[in-house]
């Protein structure tokens, strides 16, 4: 009989080699992650106290609030709508529930506050701005180029009116005003003369509305749409030869490059 060797394998000589932790945790790397845990630590407590000295400390009383973009709301009126009152911390002051109070008021478009320490407040207003005023059931208010309807502070305003919304009631809300304020937007940047001239928009439907000049009083008939069309239609007939044509009732301005005249 013929005697054998052991056969080992690779894998049986490696079990024989001791295991060796390529980086042992040494006493000075322990250390290191002590002395980052501590540091970390103390910056915490740092913030915090830091945090409590500024919301506590009255160097830091607010005195002042100064307002901008406010053209239609007094700087005193959106300091009391703000809920702040002079005297807080202006650390402590909760300014998120400030601004929610401020752009809660459908005046008020958008709002932003800034701190200015060591005893101011900056409120940066956007304001709506009317293009025409509604006449609703409980007074005049404004309608801005969003189509919201908002109430308006105690200020002459020298806009058409716009009658008739129960003609738009029905509409939702999202597009009630959206042709008209479309219309007021295209006479406003294109036709601005004829904009002044223009008393009342009476609404006939979402689409149409009577249109009653100053003066005269003349009554236009129009679409909600294509105003400059319109208008350029209107000037020329006003600029035409109309001698011996009664005094219209109305005019039609409706269909498309054409005046209709009514004398009943």
Request: net charge negative; charged share 20%; aromatic share 6%.
């Amino acid at each position: 009989m013929h005697s054998h060797r052991p056969i080992y394998s690779r894998t049986q000589e490696l079990d024989r080699i001791p295991y060796e932790d390529p980086e042992p945790r040494s006493p000075v790397r322990i250390l290191r992650w002590i002395v980052v845990m501590a540091l970390v630590g103390l910056l915490l407590f740092g913030i915090q106290n830091a945090y409590s000295a500024l919301t506590e400390s009255d160097l830091f009383r607010l005195e002042r609030i100064t307002v901008t973009g406010n053209r239609l709301l007094k700087e005193s009126e959106v300091a009391a709508r703000s809920g702040l009152k002079i005297g807080v911390n202006l650390f402590a002051a909760d300014l998120n529930a400030a601004t929610e109070r401020l752009s809660a008021d459908p005046a008020i478009k958008d709002a932003l506050l800034l701190r200015q320490p060591p005893g101011g407040l900056l409120i940066e207003l956007q304001e709506r701005q009317p293009l025409a005023l509604a006449a609703m059931s409980d007074g005049l208010y404004g309608l801005d180029g969003d189509g919201v309807l908002f109430p308006l502070p105690q200020s002459p305003f020298d806009l058409p009116i716009v009658t008739g919304i129960e003609a738009v009631v029905d509409t939702p809300v999202a597009h009630r005003f959206i042709h008209l304020v479309a219309f007021l937007d295209q006479l406003r940047e294109n036709a601005p003369a004829f904009l002044e001239e223009v008393s009342e928009v009476h609404l006939v439907s979402a689409t149409e509305a009577r249109v009653f000049l100053v003066g005269d009083g003349l009554t236009l008939l129009m679409r909600l749409e294509d105003a400059v069309e319109q208008v350029r239609c209107f000037d020329a007939f006003v600029k035409a030869e109309t001698h011996g044509i009664p005094t219209p009732a109305y005019v039609d301005l409706r269909f498309s490059n054409q005046v209709v005249v009514g004398t009943g």
